[in-house]
């Protein structure tokens, strides 16, 4: 079965500041994709990112940063110099890969809150 | 290109009566799902179409919910009768899968917040 954990449920930073939401995830397939979804106050969910299983470099997009480690279990999120409008509920999520069958349903962690403060 | 979209945004209904949520997926979106985030709980998958037909409907928690998605485009998910373990943020997402490709991303509605007194 996949499991996904965020142990943070609530992060608090001052503006400017950097910040990593952690996430370890729990899978037995051997090839699988891992996601990052931002939730606004506004409640829909925004794609982020999408990393495989294959590929371990660590990606960066802006003032958004991803570190994918295989060895650990983790793909862990930071942001660098926080805004105010980095505040939303950011989510992990993990699920098999495509391949033609299935459902490939994601897997969420809890989510982490994020309020960055002015 | 407009986004998934969800009907209604909110809805409060009282103990044993007839709610249904509608989803209009991203036009040429084959795969719709539906997930559902109870207060403080993750986010879980209920099911997934492919087209009209249910792929998995594995997620579903029981069978007062039924799901439906006409002629492959709209779905959508009655909760009858509803109870107050119902209560939480339901989210449709949809995806489509481009030849040879070996992944996907799939783009969520804003959810339909139900509220059952």
């Known amino acids: 079965a996949q499991k996904v954990t965020q142990a943070q449920t609530e992060i608090s930073v001052v503006e400017k500041e950097d910040v990593t939401l952690d996430c370890v995830y729990e899978t037995r397939d051997t090839t699988y994709y891992l996601f990052w979804y931002k939730q606004p106050p506004s409640g829909e969910l925004v794609f982020l990112i999408r990393?495989?299983?294959?590929?371990?470099q660590n990606e960066i997009s802006g003032r958004y940063s991803w570190n994918f480690q295989k060895s650990t279990s983790s793909f862990n999120f930071t942001i660098t110099a926080s805004q105010v409008v980095d505040s939303a509920v950011y989510f992990c999520?993990?699920?098999?890969?495509?391949?033609?069958?299935?459902?490939?349903?994601?897997?969420f962690g809890k989510g982490t809150k994020l309020s960055v403060i002015p | 290109e407009a986004g998934v979209t969800q009907f209604p945004s909110h809805s409060v209904i009282e103990k044993g009566q007839t709610v249904t949520l509608r989803c209009d997926p991203i036009?040429?979106?084959?795969?719709l799902y539906w997930y559902r985030r109870v207060m403080g709980k993750e986010i879980k998958f209920l099911l997934h179409f492919v087209k009209e037909s249910k792929q998995d409907e594995s997620g579903m928690p029981n069978n007062r919910f039924l799901a439906e998605r006409t002629g492959g485009t709209y779905s959508t998910l009655k909760v009858q009768p509803a109870e107050l373990e119902d209560s939480g943020v339901y989210f449709c997402a949809s995806s489509q899968v481009l030849a040879g490709a070996s992944s996907y991303e799939q783009y969520f509605g804003p959810g339909t917040r139900l509220t059952v007194t």
């Open positions: 036009s040429g979106h084959d795969n």
């Open positions: 990393r495989n299983s294959f590929d371990e």
């Open positions: 999520a993990l699920s098999e890969a495509w391949s033609g069958a299935g459902s490939y349903q994601l897997t």
